[in-house]
């Protein structure tokens, strides 16, 4: 590794491929909170988080295991669980009063139909305004679940349904 008096040495979450802070700053430059959408290996996770001088805070979040209690028994990094997801937790960031926000999707690649376009489609049909393109959404049979084994889309509307539903369509 390189030393000396000139070295600058990166930020750990730079180095570790984590964090675009040149994208984070333009983001938080805005002022509008942030719907951050993340999938891991076996989930997916929708926040609302806002800035604020000494840091970020949440304001709402939503993970897919918690559609477990709901009934839905599907994989919890599918497209279904993903549109949930972002259902469920945008209800509760307009409950909490947020209006607005602009989709984060960090180091993720955006891809026409990606599962992080199902929780933001979820988000805006929770009522949450939030600048897209309709195009790089998923079709609604992708969301509904058709595709995936007998009894999916039965199961998703059920969720849905307890959930509360579309407020926008």
């Known amino acids: 590794m390189a030393t000396g008096p000139r070295y600058r040495l990166p930020f750990r979450r730079r180095r570790e491929g984590r964090t675009d802070y040149r994208h984070r700053a333009k983001l938080l430059a ?30 709402a979040s939503a993970v897919s295991k918690e559609l477990e209690e709901l009934g839905f028994t599907g994989s919890g990094k599918s497209t279904p669980a993903a549109y949930l ?3 469920m937790a ?41 600048p897209h393109n309709e195009k ?3 079709s609604p ?6 595709h995936m084994r007998d ?14 539903g579309a407020v926008n369509g």
Not at 30 to 58: C, E, I, L, P
Not at 141 to 146: A, L, S, T, Y
Not at 158 to 164: H, L
Request: net charge positive.
């Open 136 to 138: 790089m959404l998923p």
């Open 85 to 87: 997801t972002g259902l």
């Open 30 to 59: 805005g002022g509008t909170t942030r719907a951050v959408v993340r999938r891991s290996n076996k989930h997916v996770t929708v926040q609302f988080v806002g800035y604020d001088a000494k840091g970020d805070f949440v304001v």
């Open 151 to 164: 009894g999916t889309a039965a199961m998703f509307e059920g969720t849905k349904s307890k959930i509360g």
């Open 90 to 130: 945008g209800k509760r960031a307009k409950e909490k009063g947020v209006e607005d926000a602009v989709l984060d999707i960090g180091l993720k690649e955006p891809t026409k139909g990606a599962v992080v376009f199902a929780a933001l489609k979820g988000i805006v049909d929770a009522g949450v305004e939030v």
């Open 141 to 146: 049979d992708r969301i509904n679940g058709k």
